[in-house]
């Protein structure tokens, strides 16, 4: 990102951007709320998109993206960008609210040297859950001792998971349609993989690490033979693993109709704040026109891992060469983009998501220390989710 | 008789009071009312508009059995930090006490650790007790023991109680040292000649004297297990696995910060207020009058 605004700012003479660092996620969405409050808002903000919800509903904080290329008069066409990426952050209307910045999708990291010591070979078929499965007992039976660990939990074993197997997360379209939603996470595709998760964990093939992306040193540090991570832990798995790795799909299970749909995004979009002057709208417009430029979208996407946000950004990179010398690395863009995302796998716009994964979190910890089964602890999961939901919906 | 001083006229003290009354205005009072005032709706967190609930806020938090569980999980976690932290304060406050040798050296080690800020604290505990790389876990795994508080809920309460008392071991440590020092030796020298063996002079004599700077110590040590132990949690367990270690302060923030909902966190805020100014009214109209001065 530093990078990217050294090299805007040395493009031309017009404008100078500023980009401050205020901690992660939550600490920059919650830094950006108190600037608003004083009155002292940036004119981009950085927000995850789990906060989507959150700033949609922000109406006088923010200005749509489509609104500001629009009144600039910059060049903005919103069908350069990748449908699965923009969807996210784009109203029902199809107007573009936010820019999508970095994103990503989960997908499954092998250690093929684990693999073949545990006398497994490492060009097994890992596509479906049941394969997987079957990889896990022959681990387990080895004698290793983190056959897999995952980052991420909710983002990707249930809420990519639901997408994946086009199945709802939340109602009213996983909340595009409105703030009326209820979580749906209990279903029947859901309790199964959490229900076998949990066997996974409690026979010691599946080993939890942690809420955010802990199990990312156990991978990298060779302990864990399969690792299910965000596309762009790729850059942190290329510079650290001491072994050979691979870059799978994300697994799905064999015999649910329609899967496997795409997976979704997870990352951050850029917003635009209100109260700013016309010109300060058309520097930002500028910025943000030279970030989704293809050279740009390119380089970001071969150096980090993360998603191209346009096609054209895709395909140069194909054109440069790097998916033929880096086997793999299109892999996050074929799941996301090769069946066009359906009403369950557009993405999620819930309010207090934050806190909701939180919620998700602790049940989930619960069925991995088998205090609670699957069911049990997605049906707690769905009520105490649904207060938070009920009281956004009070809020906004 | 008692004897009473007084001033002549109101503006000196007035005068002198002024800072005080400012600070405290502008630091609690004004802070305090807002929290109340919050409280009584639901905002949005961009402050662009607020539905009044009246104490909807309330209603939603005592209803919710989570919430309820974190005053268990405050009054277990409260009580540990304060027993763990004077406990071993008391223990050694009273071997320096008797060292004739050497005594300066170890008093400037145990009190170092106060100069540790809680999140650093934190930090520390979490790299020693890491279930990768953390090396007393590291050993713990060689004598058999599988360590890991991510998800064992009573590992991660021991663990975030041991690194919020440590830091404190030492600020109990100087006054419980400086208390026992206060202490008369005549009374001691005395209680020894009769025969009173070292365990009965401490329990009949030395304790007793040094009811205050326990008492002092027991408000003080559990007005920061309430509140200034944030650090602590949420760089360790981040009041996981699942709410195990989700004290009530932790819940203010995450509500406030994470979940932008306002509402519910000043409302927490207001309880929270109440709590610690009972806690502290019962400690001292009950406690307290069994201190000697």
Same mark, same amino acid.
């Given at each position: ?24 996620? #939550? ?203 965000? #596309? ?147 049906? #707690? ?16 | ?12 003290? +007035? ?23 919050? &409280? ?44 763990? &932290? ?8 009273? +071997? ?47 004598? !058999? ?8 809920? !009573? ?11 440590? !830091? ?5 440590? +100087?006054? =419980? ?17 009769? !025969?009173?063996? /070292? ?9 007793? +004297? ?15 297990? /309430? =509140?200034?132990?944030?650090?602590? %949690?949420?760089? %360790? ?9 989700? %004290? ?15 509402? &519910? &966190? ?28």
């Amino acid at each position: 990102m530093a990078e990217q605004v050294e090299t805007f700012n040395a493009s031309q003479s017009d404008y100078k951007v500023v980009a401050t660092h205020k901690g992660n996620y #939550s600490e920059t969405l919650n830094a950006g709320i108190a600037a608003f409050r004083a009155g002292e808002q940036p004119e981009i903000l950085m927000v995850f998109e789990v906060g989507t919800a959150t700033m949609m509903a922000a109406k006088g904080a923010i200005k749509p993206v489509y609104e500001v290329m629009a009144d600039s008069g910059a060049d903005f066409d919103s069908d350069a960008y990748i449908g699965a990426v923009k969807g996210y952050y784009t109203s029902t209307d199809g107007e573009m609210l936010s820019l999508p910045f970095n994103s990503s999708t989960p997908v499954l990291w092998v250690n093929r040297d684990a693999l073949k010591d545990a006398g497994v070979d490492p060009d097994s078929d890992l596509s479906t859950w049941q394969n997987v499965g079957a990889v896990l007992d022959q681990l387990k039976e080895a004698g290793h001792e983190c056959p897999l660990t995952t980052a991420w939990q909710s983002w990707i074993h249930l809420e990519n998971l639901s997408a994946y197997h086009n199945v709802p997360f939340a109602s009213q379209e996983n909340g595009f349609a409105g703030v009326d939603t209820e979580l749906q996470l209990n279903g029947p595709v859901q309790v199964k993989h959490i229900d076998q998760m949990g066997q996974w964990a409690k026979d010691g093939k599946f080993v939890y690490k942690g809420r955010r992306n802990e199990g990312g040193a156990d991978f990298r540090g060779g302990t864990c033979a399969l690792f299910t991570e965000s #596309s762009a832990g790729y850059a942190g798995i290329k510079s650290e693993a001491q072994f050979e790795f691979d870059v799978r799909p994300l697994p799905y299970w064999e015999g649910v109709e329609g899967a496997p749909q795409n997976t979704i995004i997870g990352g951050a979009s850029l917003w635009v704040m209100e109260g700013h002057t016309d010109e300060e709208y058309k520097a930002v417009a500028a910025f943000l026109n030279f970030l989704s430029s293809a050279e740009i979208q390119a380089k970001w996407h071969q150096d980090t891992g993360y998603l191209p946000i346009t096609s054209a950004a895709g395909d140069l990179t194909r054109e440069q060469g790097f998916y033929d010398e880096n086997p793999g690395t299109d892999i996050a863009v074929k799941q996301m983009t090769t069946n066009e995302p359906t009403a369950n796998s557009k993405g999620l716009r819930l309010g207090s998501f934050d806190q909701i994964r939180g919620i998700i979190d602790e049940e989930l910890e619960a069925v991995w220390a088998g205090d609670k089964d699957a069911q049990a602890a997605l049906d #707690s999961a769905k009520q105490r989710g649904d207060q938070l939901l009920r009281r956004f919906e009070a809020a906004n | 008789m008692e004897k009473r001083v007084t001033f002549k006229g109101w503006l000196l003290p +007035l005068l002198l009071l002024l800072p005080q009354v400012i600070i405290t205005a502008v630091f609690f009072f004004y802070p305090a009312g807002q929290a109340i005032y919050q &409280s009584l709706f639901i905002p949005d967190p961009f402050g662009l508009s607020m539905r009044f609930v009246g104490l909807g806020n309330f209603e939603f938090l005592l209803s919710d059995p989570y919430y309820r569980a974190s005053f268990v999980t405050t009054a277990v976690f409260s009580i540990l930090v304060t027993v763990v &932290s004077m406990g071993a304060a008391l223990y050694l406050a009273v +071997l320096a006490d008797r060292l004739i040798k050497g005594s300066g050296t170890y008093r400037t080690l145990l009190i170092w650790p106060y100069a540790v800020a809680p999140a650093v604290a934190g930090v520390l505990w979490m790299f020693m007790f890491n279930t990768r790389v953390g090396v007393v876990s590291w050993y713990l795994g060689l004598l !058999g023991y599988d360590w890991n508080h991510v998800l064992n809920e !009573g590992e991660a309460m021991g663990l975030v109680v041991v690194a919020s008392a440590w !830091g404190r071991v030492s600020y109990n440590f +100087l006054f =419980f040292l400086a208390g026992l020092q206060a202490i008369p030796r005549s009374v001691i020298e005395a209680a020894a000649i009769d !025969g009173a063996h /070292f365990w009965t002079r401490f329990r009949t004599i030395v304790f007793p +004297l040094l009811s205050p700077t326990t008492f002092f110590l027991l408000v003080v040590n559990i007005v920061y297990a /309430f =509140f200034e132990t944030f650090g602590v %949690i949420h760089t %360790i367990t981040a009041g996981g696995p699942q709410q195990a270690t989700t %004290i009530l302060v932790y819940k203010v923030y995450a509500d406030g910060f994470v979940g932008q909902d306002l509402g &519910s &966190s000043a409302a927490q805020s207001v309880i929270l207020l109440l709590v610690v100014g009972l806690l502290t009214i019962i400690q001292f109209k009950f406690i307290e009058r069994r201190v000697h001065y």
